[in-house]
């Protein structure tokens, strides 16, 4: 039984949560908006395998919601990416001390857990074809392990477009 809650502890040591903010324009009428195109250069931030992966998840997500991509849309879509090194927070501390009467040595350090991870800030933009002004933004922050292989990159991807647009067309 000690075993189970040491287990539980370092489960919900390693798990992160991502977080989703969104904004928009008050006076939008989203009820007009059907269609969309991508930018050109989406996917700042991000490697072109991921630029891929992404752009699959939006379409599959936007084709869910009823948008139809088209040449001639009545929004453009946007995503940025931006990567930092997460604070590292997990940690196994070694120590050696000694000590005496008169005086004490000591030596400690920590190793991180789980290897590296990475803050990621995806940043999910609408922008009106024909004012070319943004209507809704949608931004998701979480911690991700650095090294992922390809399958888990597109799970990811599917992931969080899910989350950013399901606040998206607003009720």
Sequence with gaps: MKKVRYFFLFLLMSC??????????DNTNFKQYK?????????????EFDVNRSADAIFSEMESLGFKETETPDFYINLKAKTTEAKVTNTIA?????GG????????????????????????????????????????????????????????????VHKILQSYPLK
């Design 16 to 25: 992160s949560t991502s977080k989703v903010i969104t904004d928009y324009d």
């Design 94 to 98: 070694i120590g050696l001390g000694s």
């Design 35 to 47: 269609t969309y195109a991508f930018f050109d250069d989406i996917g700042a931030g991000l490697n």
């Design 101 to 160: 009467r008169n005086g004490g040595l000591g030596v400690s350090g920590g190793i991180p857990i789980g290897g590296k991870k990475l803050d990621e800030e995806i940043t999910l933009e609408f922008v009106d074809a024909k004012t070319n002004e943004l209507f809704w933004e949608g931004i998701l922050t979480s911690t991700i392990k650095e090294k992922r292989n390809p399958a888990k990159r597109i799970l990811y991807f599917k992931e969080i």
